[in-house]
T-cell receptor, first 114, second 112 residues
Framework: DAGVIQSPRHEVTEMGQEVTLRCKPI?????LFWYRQTMMRGLELLIY????????DSGMPEDRFSAKMPNASFSTLKIQPSEPRDSAVYFC????????????FGPGTRLLVL | KNQVEQSPQSLIILEGKNCTLQ??????????LRWYKQDTGRGPVSLTI?????NTKSNGRYTATLDADTKQSSLHITASQLSDSASYIC???????????FGSGTRLSIRP
């Protein structure tokens, strides 16, 4: 298996633009997580899905952020409109069986909002 | 409040030396504790996962310990190598809402 795949790897955009981050989890994994990492706040869990259903979105910072998982092999995290404070590395991770099992992280998307 | 505190914040040691990283948590009820290694520019990679009944778990030169009574864990690295330079993140699962709580990490630098 190729592991968790994320795209794009880097994204530079201007404030106010819509940003869409994509993730393909490891095949067969039931859980998918979206994280944000910054120097100031470390790793933060934004939202996670179980069998394509959002379970906990309490980490989503505000209404500008939305996440979907239309099928077991694809998820998106959208920011609209983007702001400079959204600049961070966004990781997608997946795990098998339960949310407490080992999570396998993707390489991340480095987002810079100017 | 469920929290995970790691120390030190950063550490520099010479290649070949041993070191120990600390993780204290206040998460209750406790489910499990994981240590991740994160190389610069990459996603975290799991090193160990420990449940309430486990005191020690090893993964090569990495040995994690857990004291569920004092709510402390440590990660011991033996005979450090340059490739051990990374951030090490302690993650605790648990709490009344089954949360996953990340520590802020320890930045380890191995010097030749």
């Amino acid at each position: 298996d190729a592991g968790v795949i994320q795209s794009p790897r880097h994204e530079v955009t201007e404030m106010g633009q819509e940003v869409t981050l994509r993730c393909k989890p490891i095949s067969g994994h039931d859980y998918l997580f979206w994280y944000r990492q910054t120097m100031m706040r470390g790793l933060e869990l934004l939202i996670y899905f179980n069998n394509n259903v959002p379970i906990d979105d309490s980490g989503m910072p505000e209404d500008r952020f939305s996440a979907k998982m239309p099928n077991a092999s694809f998820s998106t995290l959208k920011i609209q409109p983007s702001e400079p404070r959204d600049s961070a590395v966004y990781f997608c991770a997946s795990s098998f069986y339960t949310a407490r099992e080992t999570q396998y992280f993707g390489p991340g998307t480095r987002l810079l909002v100017l | 409040k469920n929290q995970v505190e790691q120390s030190p914040q950063s550490l520099i040691i010479l290649e070949g030396k041993n070191c120990t990283l600390q993780c204290n948590y206040t998460v209750s009820p406790f489910s499990n504790l994981r240590w991740y290694k994160q190389d610069t520019g990459r996603g975290p990679v799991s090193l160990t996962i420990m449940t309430f009944s486990e005191n020690t778990k090893s993964n090569g030169r990495y040995t994690a310990t857990l004291d569920a009574d004092t709510k402390q864990s440590s990660l011991h690295i033996t005979a450090s190598q340059l490739s051990d330079s990374a951030s090490y993140i302690c993650v605790v699962s648990g709490g009344s809402a089954s949360k996953i709580i990340f520590g802020s990490g320890t930045r380890l630098s191995i010097r030749p």
